[in-house]
Structures are given as structure tokens and as C-alpha cells.
């Protein structure tokens, strides 16, 4: 999902779509209002931010958004990060997601963690531990091998030559309308949606 | 100089919510009781309704104090239940002395307890007296004061808050960020006055991701006696 700005046109940075309806995990526990927000506010608004800070500056309106997280700082960073952290998070839910990972993907998770109930223990106490805003991820590390890491605000495993697997995004947005304070019952609902297809490609 | 019938009718609020004792002014406490471990949660100075007239809603205020305000109390006590030698510490000497999980739980113990002090359902209006002519000397006007604060506030990024302080050196005021738990506190060289959190949890079940809004909220509350009460 690289994107890069036809300069030509002068066409800005866009916003992916969902993969889905806004009402699409709904059933799961993250509501239409939420992916409404999410989507069209946050995640959205990350872009025109991004557009407003790149505007006359074609060299940066040339770049991918990993090629803007990996060069810039600042302002333009956290949009351009954020805005790869949300397409990332939105690819990570599904419909149709839950269960229990297969093939080499749930092979490379019980080797690593011993068992899928121990990764994803970790991994529920990785966002729910976080404090502040942040995401919590399952990243392949530079070595290979499997990994859980926590980002704080617009931080994104790119930086840090990790290639992420899967996103859960603890930011007080992604779970406040349908969870208020209680961050443990959205992680709950996210483990319903997790999209084991599209981490099992990102491997 | 004399008050309009809005401040007016503000001040007589103030009287008679102190009456029925509520206080709106500077209260002792976050020099709390008790004031060592195990330490407790502040009640809220005003009922959870009280500032719905300006915009938080009874929602928003029963959940951040009750849930956030009161768990951050809760996870400090688990935290500094096995170091004896922190059972002395006031919550003030925990945010000075601290790091990691304590300083974060004790910090915003009392960064929400100076938030619900600096706004008020008599709050609102403008600043008077010494503090309105610090503000004017500073920022020209309480208007640009205000754009300034605003701004701070709308565009700081992550989980935070927005201080309006005073350096203790030259008293000056100065509006200052601080990000996730940071506390002014940890700066021996300011007094905070005023303070406005901007964690989402502070404005989501009221305005979603609208923050500018709720930063209008917040200076319909404003507790300009508190901040003048803590003035040298």
C-alpha cells in the first residue's frame, strides 16, 4: 500500500478506503460510529494535515508514507505515521477475523511464544499496559524472529527496520465510544476481528 | 470597575455553592487526606451535573473522575504497597522523587485533582484584578492570552495537558505543554495555575474528536479564583 503523490496533477496525499462497510465489525464489537470516527475524522485527518504541511514542497509530496516515516521528524512525521499505522490497524480487523492463526504464521507463534494462548497473552498486556497513546504490534524483527513491541503516539515499527505483522491501536479513539474507559473489553473485541490472513502475508 | 450581571450572577453562585459546601476556591488538598499512604481520591468539588451548563457533561465527569481519576489512585496504591520506605511520601513528593508506573500513577492523581480545581460552575467570564493585569502585561489582551492557551491546547500532540503557570524567579506566566502524566511539579522553577487536559478521555463522550469544542468548554468553566488564589 505505498502511494505516491502524481505530481503532475499536483494531487495531494488521499486516505485509503475501509476494507469493509463502517458497520462491518460492528457484531464483533467495534461499532459503525467508531469506524465512522476512526476512519473518517482520525485517520482521514492525519492525511489532510499531511497535505497541508507537504503543500509547495514537492520533494516530500513525491515521497511514499514510508518513505516520509523513515526520513522526516515532527509534525510531518506523525501524520504520515499515523496514517500508516491506521491503513495498517484497519487491514488488520475483518469481518470475517478471529480465531486462532494457521500455517506458517501460527508456526512461527507457538515456536516463538510457545503457544498461541501465551502470545496472546503478551500481547493483550502489551495494550493494555500502554500508557497513553500508542499501538501495540507483532512485529518480524530485523533478525526474523517474531516479536511483541509497543509504539508510543505515531511510533511505527518501520523506523526501527521491523516489519509489522499486526496493529491494535490503544489510543483513547479507537475504543472510547464503544468502551469508554474499559481499554481490557476492546482488546477483547479486536482479538474477535483479527484478520490472520493479512498478517499471515505481511510475514 | 464594576461587574456585569453575568458575573454577577456567577459570583452569587459561588457563594451560595460555598454555602452549601462546595469549595471553588483554592482548596488545602492536594495535600490530600490522608496524606500518605494509602491514598485516596479526591471527591469532585461540584456534583458530576455541574458543568453541564458549559459544556461537560454529567457523563464525561462521573467517568473521568470516578474511572480514570479514581483508578490512577487505585494502581498508585498497588504500586507503592511493597516499598515501605514510600509510605511516608505525599502524593506531591511521589510526582518530585518518582519515575515509571509511580510517578505516572501519582501525577495524574494530582494533575485531575488541579484540573477539577481549575474549573468551576461559577467558572467562566473573564480574569480580574492582579491576575487580569499579569495576563494583560504578558499577552496584550485576555483575548490573545486566551488564542494563545487555545492553541496550545488544540494542537498538542498524543495524551497531555495544557498548563497556564507561573515562574517563581521573576513571575512571569508562562502556558506550558506537558505530555501523558508530565507535571509542572517536576519543574521546581514554575507554580502551576491553571490546567487543561486534553487525553482524550477528557473530551470524547462529549465531542468526539471535535477538541477545539471542547477547548470552548473549558474556558466556559474556568476557574480564574483558583488560578488568582495560587498567584505571588
Not at chain 1, 494531487?11 to 469506524?35: N, Q, R, V, W
Not at chain 1, 524472529?145 to 523506523?159: E, Q, R, S, Y
Not at chain 1, 505483522?165 to 474477535?192: M, Q, S
Request: aromatic share 12%.
Amino acid at each position: 500500500e505505498t502511494q505516491k503523490a502524481n505530481l503532475k496533477q499536483n494531487m495531494p496525499f488521499t486516505c485509503p478506503d475501509l476494507p469493509y462497510p463502517h458497520d462491518a465489525l460492528a457484531a464483533k464489537g467495534i461499532s459503525k460510529e467508531t469506524l465512522t470516527f476512526h476512519h473518517d475524522k482520525h485517520h482521514a485527518g492525519y492525511v489532510t494535515k499531511l497535505n497541508a504541511l507537504t503543500e509547495g514542497k514537492a520533494d516530500l509530496q513525491a515521497k511514499s508514507f514510508e518513505e516520509l516515516i523513515k526520513s522526516e521528524q515532527g509534525a510531518i512525521f506523525n501524520c504520515a505515521a499515523q496514517t500508516w499505522n491506521h491503513t495498517f490497524y484497519f487491514n488488520c480487523l475483518s469481518p470475517n477475523g478471529g480465531g486462532e492463526p494457521a500455517g506458517a504464521l501460527k508456526e512461527a507463534i507457538d515456536s516463538t511464544f510457545g503457544s498461541f494462548e501465551k502470545f496472546k497473552e503478551q500481547f493483550t498486556a502489551a495494550a493494555v499496559g500502554h500508557f497513553g497513546s500508542g499501538w501495540a504490534w507483532l512485529v518480524k524483527g530485523g533478525d526474523g524472529k517474531l516479536a511483541i513491541v509497543g509504539t508510543h503516539d505515531a511510533g511505527c515499527p518501520l523506523t526501527e527496520g521491523q516489519t509489522p505483522i499486526l496493529a491494535c491501536d490503544v489510543w483513547e479513539h479507537a475504543y472510547y465510544i464503544d468502551f469508554r474507559n474499559a481499554r481490557p473489553e476492546y482488546v477483547k473485541a479486536w482479538w474477535n476481528c483479527v484478520n490472520w490472513e493479512f498478517a499471515a502475508k505481511q510475514l | 470597575e464594576g461587574f456585569s450581571l453575568t458575573e454577577m450572577f456567577r459570583i452569587a453562585a459561588g457563594v451560595a455553592a460555598t454555602a452549601a459546601g462546595v469549595c471553588l476556591g483554592a482548596r488545602a488538598c492536594y495535600a490530600q487526606e490522608p496524606k500518605q499512604f494509602p491514598y485516596s481520591c479526591p471527591p469532585l468539588p461540584y456534583p458530576y451535573t455541574a458543568l453541564e451548563g458549559q459544556g461537560i457533561s454529567g457523563e464525561t465527569l462521573r467517568i473521568h473522575h470516578d474511572k480514570h481519576h479514581a483508578g490512577y489512585v487505585t494502581k498508585l496504591n498497588a504500586a507503592v504497597e511493597k516499598k515501605k520506605e514510600l509510605h511516608n511520601q505525599t502524593i506531591e513528593d511521589l510526582v518530585k522523587t518518582q519515575q515509571g508506573a509511580i510517578f505516572n500513577c501519582a501525577a495524574q492523581t494530582y494533575n485531575h485533582t488541579f484540573y477539577w480545581d481549575s474549573m468551576s460552575p461559577a467558572g467562566g467570564g473573564e480574569p480580574r484584578g492582579k491576575l487580569k493585569e499579569k495576563i494583560e502585561a504578558q499577552w496584550d489582551s485576555v483575548d490573545s492570552f486566551k488564542e494563545a492557551f487555545t492553541a496550545k491546547a488544540a494542537s498538542h500532540f498524543g495524551s497531555g495537558w495544557v498548563w497556564l503557570a507561573q515562574r517563581n524567579k521573576d513571575g512571569k506566566l508562562v502556558i506550558m505543554d506537558t505530555h501523558d502524566a508530565g507535571c509542572p511539579l517536576t519543574d521546581s522553577g514554575v507554580t502551576p495555575l491553571l490546567a487543561c487536559d486534553v487525553w482524550e478521555h477528557a473530551y470524547y463522550v462529549d465531542y468526539r474528536n471535535n477538541r477545539p469544542e471542547y477547548i470552548k468548554a473549558w474556558w466556559n468553566c474556568v476557574n480564574w479564583d483558583f488560578a488568582a488564589a495560587k498567584l505571588q
